[in-house]
C-alpha cells in the first residue's frame, strides 16, 4: 500500500494496481514531452504510401480531427463563391470575413480549454462585454494609455474567470449553474455600468485600429514568410528528433506535403489582402488586418502551452480521466481553476476586439447568441463537447466556417432566421461526428 497526495488537504491510499497505473500515466506524459509515445521505441521509418494508409486508419478509427470542419469550410467557400462570384471571394470581402470571425475565433480559443476537461462557460459571452466595458470607461473617464485600459479589461477577465474556477473547483457546484449564475450577474454588472439604453462610445486609436486598419503590406509580407520559416522549423525539428529518438513518426514526405500545404495557403490569403480594396481610386486600402496577426500569436502561444507543455499534458489528462489525474499527482483542482480564468481572460480579448470593430460597448454586448457562436465554433472545429479531445487550432477553423456562413448567407440578402437555422444545422452535425467518432475511437481500442 502506497500513499499519495489527493485533492484536498489529506492523503489517500492507493492500492498497487493504483500506482502502477499512476507510474504509466507519468510514462507517458514524459515520452509525450519527447514528442512520441513509451511503446513506439525503435519504430522503422515508414514509407509515403504507409503514411498515409496510418493515417487513412485513423480516420476510419474516429480521429477524423478538423477534416470535416475543413472540408465544411472548402464546401461553404466553392458554394458561395458561386453564387457570389462578384462579391464573396473579392479581397475585401475576405478581409471582412477574417474581421468578423476575429472575436469569435479569440472567444472559442478559451472556450477550447474549458471543453478539453468537459466543463462549459456560459458567461463568457457577457464577461468580455463586461471587460470591454470597464476598459471603455478607464479610456473615456480616466483618460489612461490604451495599454492600461486593454490590462484592465484582461484582468477583470482574469478575475470573474478565478471567480467562477473557484466555486466549480472548490466549493463543487457544476459550471453549468455557476456559468449561469454569472451569465445574469454580469449582465447587471454591464447594465449598471453603462446605463440602460446607453452606450459607451470607443474612441482611443490605437483600440479602434485592432478591427478597423491594416498592417502595412511589406510588413505582412514579412511576418507571412516567418511564420512559414517558424512552422517549417518546428515540424522538420520535431520530425528529426523523433527520428534521432527512434520513436514512431510520419513519413518526412507527408511531413513536407503538409508543410507545403500551409505555405501556400498562408501565401494565397497574404497575395489577396496584399491587393487594394478600396473602391475609390485615390484611396488605397491593402494590406492584412491587426486582428489576424493577434489571432495567430494566440495560435502558436496556446498551441505550445497545450501541445508541448506540462500543464498542457495536464489539461489533457484531467479531460480524459480525472480520478487516474489525480492518482498520478495532477492537481484536478488548480486545472480546473486555471482553464476558466483562460477561457474568462481570452473572453475579455474577444470582447475588445468586438468593441474595436463596433467602435462602442452597449448592455447588449456579449449577450443573444454570442457564447453560442463560440461554443459552436470550438465544436465545429473539431474539439469534443466530453472533454480530452481538442486544439486551438479547432477553435479558428470553426470560428471561419461559422463567419463564412454568416458572410455568405447575408451576401445572399437571406433572412437572419436562415443564418440561424443554417449555424444550428451545421453545430449539430458537428455534435454528431463528434458523438459517433467517439465511439468508434471506444470500439477500436478495445
Known sequence: MSTTPGDGSGTTQFT?????EAERIRELARATAQGGSPLEHAAPEPTFREGVQAYVARLRGGDIGSLPAIAGLVVLFVLFSALRPDTFPTPGNIANLLVQASSI???AMGLTFVLLLGDIDLSAGVAGAASAAVMAIALRDGGVNWLVGLLAALLTGLVLGT????????????????????FLGIQGITLRLIGEGGTIAVRNETIVAIANSNMPVGLGWALTILAVVAF???????????????????????????????????????????QNRARVASIHLAGIPYSVPIIAVLLVLLTIVLGRTTYGRHVYAVGGNPE???????????????????????????????ASRLNSVAPGSGGANTLLLGVGAAVIGGTSLFGGKGRVS?????????????????????????????????????????????????????
Do not use: C, H, K
Request: no cysteine; charged share 10%.
Open 394 to 446: 479547432n477553435a479558428v477553423i470553426g470560428g471561419l466556417v461559422i463567419a463564412a456562413i454568416a458572410n455568405g448567407l447575408g451576401l445572399l440578402n437571406q433572412a437572419q432566421y436562415v443564418n440561424y437555422l443554417v449555424t444550428g444545422a451545421v453545430l449539430l452535425l458537428a455534435a454528431t461526428v463528434d458523438a459517433v467518432s467517439r465511439r468508434r475511437r471506444a470500439s477500436s481500442a478495445v
Open 16 to 20: 498497487q494496481p493504483e500506482t502502477s
Open 324 to 354: 487516474a489525474a489525480r492518482r498520478a499527482g495532477i492537481s484536478v483542482r488548480g486545472i480546473r481553476i486555471s482553464v476558466f480564468m483562460i477561457g474568462s481572460t481570452l473572453a475579455a480579448l474577444s470582447g475588445v476586439i468586438d
Open 163 to 182: 471567480l467562477i474556477g473557484l466555486l466549480v473547483s472548490r466549493v463543487g457546484i457544476p459550471s453549468f449553474v455557476v456559468t449561469l449564475a454569472f
Open 105 to 107: 475565433i479569440v472567444l
Open 232 to 274: 517549417a522549423a518546428v515540424s522538420l525539428g520535431r520530425w528529426a528528433g523523433q527520428r534521432r529518438r527512434g520513436l514512431s513518426r510520419d513519413n518526412l514526405g507527408v511531413v513536407v506535403a503538409r508543410l507545403v500545404v500551409v505555405a501556400v495557403l498562408l501565401v494565397v490569403v497574404t497575395a489577396i489582402l496584399s
